[in-house]
């Protein structure tokens, strides 16, 4: 095994450790404020009362579950043409992040779900769909696990992000191509949102807060996917040289 310590994970490495302060000082400031104006000044649903406040979290954590994947994909197909080991890093890194904002999603949905729809869970097609998604990241997980040569597990789960990604516009359009519990989209649709900004703003801010939050999350795991990748090619190299001894 080869170091991977390739100029792009070099710069990478370089600059890794502003870039997640950074991004981990911005989650706090903008959920700080988003917080404040989610419980001091947004309003109360005039049927769900105080309980739509979940909505903050809840909604955000779903968008991120989704764009994970989508960050995947993008770094599998820059892997599998360029051969790029920081894409391959990246896509790595990214799933178990994947994976624990989906099974959040799925949690504060069920929570939010109980007292609105009067069931912790419906098999309906969006709820489904996203439960599809979690069950595809725990499928990348397993794989990078069981295939030992990081080349290999890197190609097969590269194709298998790809094919997986077909899930995503299934996700999205699924409450216009079945009937669902979830309501069409009221903030990223064609015409813009339709969502009253003393609630689209905080939940943009909130958006943002996670969004940083999980780029923090994720330069770190990358980190440590490098330096465990170095770790296990200095292994390699000094048992070569015992053997040849």
């Known amino acids: 095994m080869t170091s991977v310590r390739t100029p792009g994970v070099l710069c990478f490495m370089n600059n890794s450790d502003k870039i997640w302060r ?8 903008l959920g700080a404020i988003g917080l404040y104006i989610v419980f001091a000044m947004s309003p109360d649903d005039h049927q769900q009362g105080s309980l739509v ?27 599998l ?3 790029s080991q920081l894409a391959d890093i990246t896509a790595k890194a990214a799933a178990p992040l ?3 904002f989906t099974f959040l999603s799925i949690a504060t ?13 419906q098999w309906d097609a969006r709820l489904t769909s996203v439960l ?3 069950i595809m990241y725990l499928g990348v997980m397993s794989l990078w696990n069981r295939i030992e040569d990081h080349t290999k597990a890197g190609r097969v789960i590269a194709i298998f992000t790809l ?11 699924s409450v216009y191509w079945w009937n ?14 339709t969502m009253d900004s003393s609630m689209l703003q905080p939940l943009l801010i909130m958006a943002l807060s996670f969004t940083c939050l999980f780029l923090c999350l994720h330069v770190a795991t990358m980190r440590n996917e490098i330096l465990k990748r170095d770790l296990l090619a200095l292994t390699a190299a000094r048992d070569t040289r015992v053997d040849e001894a």
């Open 22 to 29: 950074i991004c981990l000082g911005l989650a706090l400031i």
């Open 53 to 79: 406040k979940i909505m903050y979290i809840h909604v955000p954590i779903s968008w991120l579950s989704v764009m994970i994947w989508v960050v995947m994909s993008i770094a599998s197909l820059i892997s």
């Open 81 to 83: 043409v360029w051969r």
């Open 98 to 100: 994947g994976a624990s």
């Open 109 to 121: 949905g069920s929570i939010w779900g109980r007292p609105v729809w009067g069931t912790w869970w």
């Open 132 to 134: 599809i998604l979690f």
């Open 163 to 173: 094919v997986g990604a077909l899930n995503i516009p299934i996700i999205k359009f």
């Open 180 to 193: 669902t519990l979830h309501q069409p989209p009221s903030v990223l649709r064609v015409g813009g949102p």
